[in-house]
C-alpha cells in the first residue's frame, strides 16, 4: 500500500506569495490532518478533513486555508507569505470514522522556505 | 483542552544504556495516548500508543511505555539503546472520540558511541 504523499517537498517563495501544498493519503483513508513544524513551535496542529468537511482547525491565521476532495485527496494554501511561514508542513492521513483511534499516518512534509 | 509535556528537549546517552523519555500530559476526559519518532528530514512515524487496557505497552524498535493515570504521564523507554535509535521522538494525545491530535515540543535523543 503506497503511503502519504506530500508534493513538492521542497519551495521558496518570496514574502506576498501564496502558496498550495498537496497530500495524497493512504487508500482508503479519509481523514487528512495538517501540521506545521518550526524548530521553535514543534508541531502545531493547522486542519483535519474528513469526507471533504473540516471538523477541526488550529489556531492559525485566515490566510492559512485547506480543503479535501472527493477521492480524499487534500490541499492547504497559505496566502500572503510572511517570513515566520516557513516551515516543514506535514500531512498525516487515518481512516477516519467511527472508532477510529487516531493513530497518524504521516508523509515526508513539503519544505516552505520563505525569502 | 488537552496539552502535553515533555521534560526533557534533548537526552544523550551512550550506546547500549537504558534510556527515559519523559511525557506529561493534561486532560479532563479519557485519551488515546502516542508515542511518534521523527528521524532527519523524514515525517512521523509511530513507535506505540495507548487506547485502554494494560498499562504498560510495546512498540516497535525494542520501545515501550508505562501509562500512569494518576500521574498523568505516558513515558518511554528502551532498556538498551543503539545508535540507530538517535532521532527525534514525540509524546501525543487525543481525546476520544476526537478529530485533533495534539504533539508535545520533542525530546531529541542523541545516543553517543
Known amino acids: 500500500k503506497a503511503g502519504v504523499t506530500q508534493t513538492p517537498r521542497y519551495l521558496i517563495k518570496t514574502r506576498g506569495q501564496q502558496v498550495t501544498l498537496s497530500c495524497s493519503p493512504i487508500s482508503g483513508h479519509r481523514s487528512v490532518s495538517w501540521y506545521q513544524q518550526t524548530p521553535g513551535q514543534g508541531l502545531q496542529f493547522l486542519f483535519e478533513?474528513?469526507?471533504?468537511?473540516?471538523?477541526n482547525k488550529g489556531n492559525f491565521p485566515g490566510r492559512f486555508s485547506g480543503r479535501q476532495f472527493s477521492n480524499s485527496r487534500s490541499e492547504m494554501n497559505v496566502s500572503t507569505l510572511e517570513l515566520g511561514d516557513s516551515a516543514l508542513y506535514l500531512c498525516?492521513?487515518?481512516?477516519?470514522?467511527?472508532?477510529?483511534?487516531?493513530?497518524?499516518?504521516f508523509g515526508e512534509g513539503s519544505r516552505l522556505t520563505v525569502l | 483542552a488537552q496539552s502535553v509535556t515533555q521534560l526533557d528537549s534533548q537526552v544523550p546517552v551512550f550506546e547500549e544504556a537504558p534510556v527515559e523519555l519523559r511525557c506529561n500530559y493534561s486532560s479532563s476526559v479519557s485519551v488515546y495516548l502516542f508515542w511518534y519518532v521523527q528521524y532527519p528530514n523524514q515525517g512521523l512515524q509511530l513507535l506505540l500508543k495507548?487506547?485502554?487496557?494494560?498499562?504498560l505497552v510495546k512498540g516497535i524498535n525494542g520501545f515501550e511505555a508505562e501509562f500512569n493515570k494518576s500521574q498523568t504521564s505516558f513515558h518511554l523507554r528502551k532498556p538498551s539503546v543503539h545508535i540507530s535509535d538517535t532521532a527525534e521522538y514525540f509524546c501525543?494525545?487525543?481525546?476520544?472520540?476526537?478529530?485533533?491530535?495534539?504533539f508535545g515540543a520533542g525530546t531529541r535523543l542523541f545516543v553517543k558511541a
Open positions: 501525543a494525545v487525543r481525546l476520544t472520540g476526537g478529530f485533533k491530535t495534539i
Open positions: 495507548y487506547l485502554s487496557g494494560s498499562t
Open positions: 498525516a492521513s487515518s481512516p477516519g470514522g467511527t472508532g477510529n483511534t487516531g493513530e497518524l499516518f
Open positions: 478533513y474528513f469526507s471533504e468537511t473540516q471538523r
